[in-house]
């Protein structure tokens, strides 16, 4: 079973060989890491061309042209996956925020579902004890606040850490996603309800990052929850692939 592993990049130079290191180790057979940078302005990109470099037969890199968003990446990154051929086809962010030994867990939480999603909001789930209370909060809000618009079953929403089946990916009406900020992960899960795709959340722990800068603000988060309306009339005719 293939499995493909997508890590969007924009200034990781620091975080990014430690990842691929911790992803190489994993027990996981046929594992590819697919790096697609935005000309990350630290040299990320020269970094990442260097493991593929070192490691050819498990890392490919994807250059763009400049900071095209974080959803722009990953569907460019899912259509990469799904052309190849790939099983399973992973996600997640660069900053070791998400420990890539959950994917071991999420293979097998696969078992009957069409993707996994790691969630911070649910039993066994948390957020790093360093962070402030008002980010906990303000998190744990943009969740209730999506969830309850959109009324899914999924206690997290806009996390990135996640595992899908390629025909679970296939069924995604690509050239309707518009998102490219992180409300693409909201969009995305909420196509994957739409579509009646069986959704499995497992709990993981977030940890902040030591390295690097975050790219969170709040008003990323302010203009995340002001498009989690749109997404309710541009999917009203979706209709489900599972029943």
Same mark, same amino acid.
């Given at each position: 079973?293939?499995?493909?592993?997508?890590? !969007?990049?924009?200034?990781?130079?620091?975080?990014? &060989?430690?990842?691929?290191?911790?992803?190489?180790?994993? %027990?996981?057979?046929? =594992?590819?890491?697919?790096?697609? $940078? $935005?000309?990350? !302005?630290?040299?990320?990109?020269?970094?990442?061309?260097? +493991? #593929?470099?070192?490691?050819? $037969?498990?890392?490919?890199?994807?250059?763009?042209?400049?900071? +095209?968003? *974080?959803?722009?990446?990953?569907?460019?990154?899912? @259509?990469?996956?799904?052309?190849?051929?790939?099983? +399973?086809?992973?996600?997640?962010?660069?900053?070791?925020?998400?420990? %890539?030994? @959950?994917?071991?867990?999420?293979?097998?939480?696969?078992?009957?579902?069409?993707?996994?999603?790691?969630?911070?909001?649910? %039993?066994?789930?948390? =957020?790093?004890?360093?962070?402030?209370?008002?980010?906990?909060?303000?998190?744990?809000?943009?969740?209730?606040?999506?969830?309850?618009? *959109?009324? +899914? !079953?999924?206690?997290?929403?806009?996390?990135?850490?996640?595992?899908?089946?390629?025909?679970? *990916?296939?069924?995604? !009406?690509?050239?309707?996603?518009?998102?490219?900020?992180?409300?693409?992960?909201?969009?995305? #899960?909420?196509?994957?309800?739409?579509?009646?795709?069986?959704? @499995?959340?497992? &709990?993981?722990?977030?940890?902040?990052?030591? *390295?690097?800068?975050?790219?969170?603000? =709040?008003?990323?988060?302010?203009?995340?929850?002001?498009?989690?309306?749109?997404?309710?009339?541009?999917?009203?005719?979706?209709?489900?692939?599972?029943?």
């Amino acid at each position: 079973m293939s499995i493909g592993i997508i890590i !969007p990049t924009y200034n990781e130079k620091e975080n990014l &060989p430690l990842l691929v290191d911790r992803l190489r180790a994993l %027990p996981l057979e046929g =594992l590819t890491i697919l790096i697609i $940078d $935005d000309n990350s !302005p630290d040299g990320t990109g020269a970094v990442a061309d260097g +493991l #593929a470099a070192r490691y050819p $037969d498990c890392v490919s890199v994807l250059h763009r042209s400049g900071k +095209l968003g *974080l959803g722009t990446a990953y569907i460019t990154g899912f @259509k990469y996956m799904l052309e190849r051929g790939f099983d +399973l086809i992973g996600q997640m962010d660069a900053d070791l925020s998400h420990q %890539p030994e @959950k994917f071991v867990e999420f293979v097998s939480a696969l078992e009957g579902n069409d993707v996994v999603f790691g969630s911070r909001y649910i %039993p066994g789930g948390s =957020l790093d004890t360093d962070w402030p209370a008002w980010r906990k909060s303000l998190s744990n809000f943009g969740n209730t606040y999506a969830r309850t618009i *959109l009324r +899914l !079953p999924v206690k997290d929403l806009t996390g990135g850490f996640r595992l899908w089946r390629r025909e679970a *990916l296939a069924a995604i !009406p690509w050239e309707r996603v518009r998102a490219s900020g992180y409300v693409f992960m909201v969009e995305l #899960a909420y196509v994957a309800f739409k579509l009646g795709l069986r959704i @499995k959340e497992v &709990p993981i722990y977030f940890a902040e990052r030591k *390295l690097g800068k975050s790219k969170m603000n =709040l008003s990323i988060q302010v203009e995340a929850a002001l498009r989690v309306w749109g997404l309710l009339a541009r999917y009203r005719d979706l209709k489900p692939v599972k029943s």
